[in-house]
Structure formats: structure tokens, C-alpha cells
């Protein structure tokens, strides 16, 4: 209990505004990332590190992801991602529980490759246990997909899960809600409708509010880039996935949803897109269209999308 009071008065003060210098008394953060490719792309867990530790001088952000390409959080907890939040007090039993449910399901479903991965994953993590008792701080819980049908949606029915193990340890929960649909591989020439935007973020404003969760608002993020700067392109042409510019953005919303403060004045001014995962091999000096695989971004592009990140993740506030 006094641990768990400790870390709630450590949040206290890392909240408090920039300006006032509380940041500079942070010493480390603990972040986990789940997610699937639309956190591994362009390692984003690093460009927010790099963020963080330039906002806040002293601060050591200390960043692990679990990965699974395409996967929701209903995956994750299949695949049982929740024996590494709850890492700090995971028994032995509870991890090879999991290892003979990975087992059983690959004896039955032997193509099933991310059972085979989380196996090897869990496998491990077993003779580590002990070893890896520090608590998170932060949890970063990624939506795809699963944050649009249904009622409730699969995200509403395992963030949830996920929140309370992150809860019992006083770490933080982040939900970064992802919007492939509504990204722009093209520059607009008119805003998109903001109706389906507003009424997907007001559903995750619900959510927030009733796990305790703090949020990246991706899709009202695009929506006021795209309103805003209609010559930038958020999504590759020849790939679905967020590009460099949307993954500069997102970092920038999570920057401002761990710290509650503007990121506007970071210095980070890159992204590099990653290519390891393809078949054939790929040029990686190129990115998924052909153009150099590290986009700097401008003075004025980065202010801007600095701007509009913290301006959108304040509009998401207000949200009823």
C-alpha cells in the first residue's frame, strides 16, 4: 500500500506543468506498449522516448512492446501479454499455465504462428522471473479495429482487463486509439466529415472515464490535421499503414497524454520507417513508397504538427 501511495505521489508531481520544473526530480519511468504493427512501426516507443527524455530533463524513459502484427487486445490476452503487465508479482504457476495453453493451442492449431511466438516468448520469460519484479508505470493499450463494432467493442471489453492489472501495481493507462480508416494517403482537398470521428472519440472518452485512462486520440488528431493541413498525407501510398508524419503525430498525442503538457518546442525533428519484416527483402534506405526511409521534418512542420497534437489531445478533454 505505502509503494502504491508513493507512485500515485510521484504521478502528482510529474503532472504538474513543465514550466514549474517538477519533471527534472523524475528519475525513471517503467512503459510497456502493447500493441501490433501500428505501434511497431517506425519503432514509435523510441520517438516517444526520445520525446519524453527531451521535455524532461533527468527523466530515463525506459520503454518494452510486445508485438503481435495485426492483433487486437483480445489477442494479447489469448496469447496471454497479460502475465508480462502483471510482471511484478507473476507466479511461476500463473507462467506455465499459460506456456501448456500455448501448447495445447498450437497441438491443435499447428500453423498458428502467433501462438508459436508467444510460446517462445513465455518460454523466456519463465527462468526470469524473479528477475523482472519492477512494476510499470505506464501501459500503452493500442486499438485496431476493435474499437469500432460491437457493443460492447472487443477494446471496451479487454482494455478493461488489461486497466485493472496495470491498476494493482499504480501504473498508468494510456489508450492509443489508433484510425487506419480515416488516414489520407493523398493531400485533401476538403475536410473529412467530422461526425464518425466525434462519435468514435466520444465513445472512448467513455471508456477513459470509466477505467481511469488517459488517451491518444488519434482519429481527432488526423481529423485536425487534415482540416488544418490538407497538403500532408497521413498513410502510405502503397501501404495501409500511419507514414512517418501520422507516426510523428502520434508520438507527439502520447507525449502530451503521459505528461499532460504540450510538446510543442521538442527538438525531435525525424522518424525513420522500418522494413525488417518484408518478403523479399526490401531497400532499407527506402520506405514502403519509395522515398527516403528517415523523413526531417521542416521547422515549420514539426511546430505545426506539434501544435496540432497537443491541440487536439486538449480538444478530446472537453469531449462530453
Known amino acids: 500500500m505505502k509503494r502504491t501511495l508513493h507512485r500515485l505521489a510521484f504521478w502528482a508531481l510529474l503532472a504538474l506543468p513543465m514550466a514549474a520544473g517538477a519533471a527534472d526530480t523524475a528519475k525513471t519511468l517503467n512503459v510497456l506498449f502493447i500493441g501490433n504493427s501500428f505501434t511497431g512501426r517506425h519503432n514509435l516507443c523510441s520517438v516517444v522516448k526520445a520525446m519524453a527524455e527531451a521535455g524532461n530533463p533527468g527523466l530515463t524513459f525506459n520503454t518494452t512492446d510486445v508485438i503481435y502484427g495485426g492483433r487486437t487486445l483480445k489477442d494479447h490476452w489469448r496469447l496471454g501479454t497479460q502475465n508480462i503487465v502483471k510482471r511484478s508479482t507473476l507466479t511461476?504457476?500463473?507462467?506455465?499455465?499459460?506456456?501448456?495453453?500455448?501448447?495445447?493451442?498450437?497441438?491443435?492449431?499447428?500453423?498458428?504462428n502467433y501462438a508459436k511466438i508467444a510460446l517462445a516468448r513465455h518460454l523466456e520469460i519463465l527462468p526470469k522471473i524473479e528477475a523482472h519484479r519492477k512494476p510499470w508505470d505506464i501501459i500503452v493499450l493500442q486499438?485496431?479495429?476493435d474499437d469500432i463494432e460491437g457493443d460492447p467493442t472487443a477494446y471496451a471489453e479487454y482494455a478493461p482487463k488489461f486497466a485493472a492489472l496495470a491498476k494493482a501495481q499504480?501504473?498508468?493507462?494510456?489508450?492509443?486509439?489508433?484510425?487506419?480508416?480515416t488516414q489520407n494517403e493523398?493531400?485533401?482537398?476538403?475536410?473529412?466529415?467530422?461526425?464518425?470521428?466525434?462519435?468514435?472519440?466520444?465513445?472512448?472518452?467513455?471508456?477513459?472515464?470509466?477505467?481511469?485512462?488517459?488517451?491518444?486520440?488519434m482519429a481527432l488528431v488526423a481529423l485536425r490535421c487534415q482540416t488544418q493541413r490538407p497538403d500532408l498525407t497521413l498513410r502510405f501510398v502503397n501501404d495501409a499503414h500511419l507514414n512517418q508524419t501520422m507516426a510523428y503525430l502520434t508520438a507527439c498525442t502520447l507525449y502530451s497524454a503521459i505528461f499532460s503538457q504540450s510538446p510543442v518546442g521538442l527538438p525531435v525533428d525525424?522518424?525513420?520507417?522500418?522494413?525488417?519484416?518484408?518478403?523479399?527483402?526490401?531497400?532499407?534506405?527506402?520506405?514502403?513508397?519509395?522515398?527516403?526511409?528517415?523523413?526531417?521534418?521542416?521547422?515549420?512542420?514539426?511546430?505545426d504538427l506539434q501544435r496540432i497534437a497537443w491541440e487536439g489531445w486538449q480538444e478530446f478533454q472537453k469531449l462530453p
Open 186 to 217: 493523398k493531400p485533401l482537398n476538403a475536410a473529412p466529415d467530422p461526425a464518425p470521428v466525434l462519435a468514435k472519440e466520444r465513445a472512448i472518452a467513455a471508456l477513459a472515464k470509466k477505467i481511469d485512462a488517459s488517451v491518444a486520440p
Open 143 to 145: 486499438s485496431y479495429r
Open 270 to 303: 525525424s522518424v525513420t520507417d522500418i522494413r525488417s519484416q518484408e518478403k523479399p527483402r526490401p531497400d532499407k534506405t527506402k520506405d514502403r513508397d519509395g522515398n527516403p526511409i528517415t523523413r526531417k521534418f521542416s521547422e515549420k512542420d514539426r511546430a
Open 170 to 181: 499504480g501504473a498508468r493507462v494510456i489508450l492509443y486509439v489508433t484510425t487506419p480508416g
Open 92 to 112: 511461476e504457476a500463473e507462467e506455465k499455465a499459460t506456456i501448456a495453453t500455448l501448447e495445447k493451442t498450437l497441438a491443435e492449431s499447428p500453423k498458428d
